[in-house]
């Protein structure tokens, strides 16, 4: 027994050495980053970030850079970065939605057509109270948007009407499966590694995903046919860090982060954007592009208030202010929209 309390008490030793870290009065720096991905464009604004606060302080900060998802899955990144396994990474609200429930407002469908402003909306959400209340209790500073792209359809049938989505295996996620349950569509939430096998083998016939930027890039232009280009909601992908390493940063090097955060919205949506028309024309040679005409979009619309006031109801009964957060969304949104 007595050797077993020491161990314990060694352990936790361990474990507030970990989450408490120290730098060195000189502020030479070296924070670890981990993506779940290779590089590509999940990352290029996280890359870009990286660059530039090395650059901004003068080597003072670096980063061990690690790609490929070594360290865990993108469901992973938000207990990791909150023990410390790595300081700092993207993640999903969508992916996490139990530990970031009112964050994943982001996500509902048909929300806005500008992804700037819903990227801009977000970042300013993300600092309210009520939802910087959800990266505390994870043990995580929000910085800025990272990845925050169009989510598209893409199949091996045409869909041009509600009935076609009826007939097709629909892999979703986000606001996009929301909306497909109140048209009463069953879908598949099949994770992003297991996609590509699964639509091969037709598992599922149609995905709702990121495009054209990751449809392009992971391979489903050569998987799908069809391509619906249309966004049906912007899939938020939040850079944190975890809030020990940043607290024991010094106030100089936080301010320069902070600073350069706030450019991150807009230089975040450049950067995808000049990696979206890229994958568009190349998407657009692979695939053919199909639409739902005016009559059937407007029949996922009339659903879409649905989608929203379950989300509304569902964050009310776990004791959460969810009319009060989507109002300050959408209030949000029309601000930067305009």
Not at 93 to 113: C, D, K, Q, R, W
Not at 307 to 323: D, H, I, K, S, Y
Request: glycine share 6%; aromatic share 10%.
């Amino acid at each position: 027994m007595k050797l077993l309390k020491t161990l314990c008490a060694s352990a936790l030793v361990a474990i507030a050495t970990l989450s408490a870290p120290t730098f060195a009065a000189a502020d030479d720096i070296n924070l670890k980053y981990h993506a779940y991905t290779g590089q590509g464009p999940s990352n290029l604004a996280m890359r870009w970030w990286m660059d530039e606060v090395e650059k901004r302080t003068e080597g003072r900060v670096t980063f061990t850079r690690i790609f490929g998802g070594p360290l865990g899955k993108l469901a992973a990144q938000p207990e990791n970065i909150k023990v410390g396994a790595f300081d700092l990474g993207e993640f999903s609200p969508i992916y996490n939605p139990g530990l970031f429930p009112l964050a994943n407002v982001t996500s509902l469908p048909f929300m806005s057509e500008d992804p700037l402003a819903h990227a801009q909306a977000g970042h300013e959400l993300f600092q309210t109270e009520a939802v910087k209340a959800e990266f505390t209790a994870m043990n995580q500073k929000y910085l800025f948007p990272g990845l925050w792209t169009t989510i598209q359809l893409l199949s091996h049938e045409p869909i041009r009407t509600i009935d076609d989505l009826k007939a097709a295996k629909i892999r979703a996620h986000g606001g996009a499966a929301e909306i497909l349950k109140e048209l009463g569509i069953t879908v598949y939430g099949i994770p992003w590694g297991e996609l590509p096998a699964a639509a091969e083998r037709r598992v599922v016939t149609a995905a709702i995903i990121g495009s054209p930027a990751d449809a392009y890039a992971f391979g489903f232009g050569d998987i799908f046919d069809y391509w619906d280009d249309e966004n049906w909601f912007f899939f938020p992908m939040p850079i944190s860090i975890n809030l020990d390493t940043w607290n024991a940063l010094s106030e100089d090097i936080q301010a320069i982060i902070e600073e350069l955060n706030n450019e991150m919205v807009v230089k975040a949506r450049e950067l995808l954007e000049v990696a979206e028309a890229e994958a568009h024309a190349q998407l657009s040679e692979l695939t053919e592009v199909v639409k739902l005409d005016d009559a059937e979009k407007a029949k996922l619309l009339e659903v879409r208030d649905a989608a929203w006031q379950n989300w509304v109801e569902a964050r009310e009964a776990e004791g959460l202010p969810g009319q009060a957060v989507l109002d300050e969304f959408l209030m949000l949104l029309e601000k930067y929209e305009s």
